[in-house]
């Protein structure tokens, strides 16, 4: 069965940290690369960072650059967001993507609506930031 499952979400303070975690299963991550979109309460869907399945680099929204970190564990099928710095502005649902034509990162995370160029998606997981 083709899957992506996020998890590691949950209640943070201002200021922690919460690592997310992205596995798949079904097709493997030596292909196709995965990228993060998170979705706040009454916001459009935006694009956090991106690693390539072709030869692993990594990008990130401009915005999410210094906080966050994108790397991936292709022996455990797995792609994982360190969080840091949290802050209230960052709650949201967290979800990783891949898109089996194919897609790059810079597009999907630089374009506006680039998640639409997305077409798999995990169920996604909370991440409340509050004291």
């Known amino acids: 069965q083709v899957q992506l499952v996020e998890s590691g979400g949950g209640l943070v303070q201002p200021g922690g940290s919460l690592r997310l975690s992205c596995e798949a299963s079904?097709?493997?991550?030596?292909?196709?690369?995965i990228a993060w979109f998170r979705q706040g309460p009454g916001k459009e869907r935006e694009g956090v960072a991106c690693i390539s399945g072709r030869d692993g680099s990594t990008y990130y929204a401009d915005s999410m650059k210094g906080r966050f970190t994108i790397a991936g564990d292709k022996g455990k099928n797995t792609v994982y967001l360190q969080m840091n710095n949290l802050k209230p502005e960052d709650t949201a649902v967290y979800y990783c993507?891949?898109?089996?034509?194919?897609?790059?990162?810079?597009?999907?995370?630089?374009?506006?609506?680039?998640?639409?160029?997305?077409?798999?998606w995990g169920q996604g997981t909370l991440v409340t930031v509050s004291s």
């Open positions: 993507a891949t898109d089996f034509e194919g897609f790059g990162c810079t597009v999907v995370l630089g374009a506006a609506l680039g998640y639409r160029y997305l077409g798999f």
């Open positions: 079904g097709f493997s991550l030596d292909y196709y690369g």
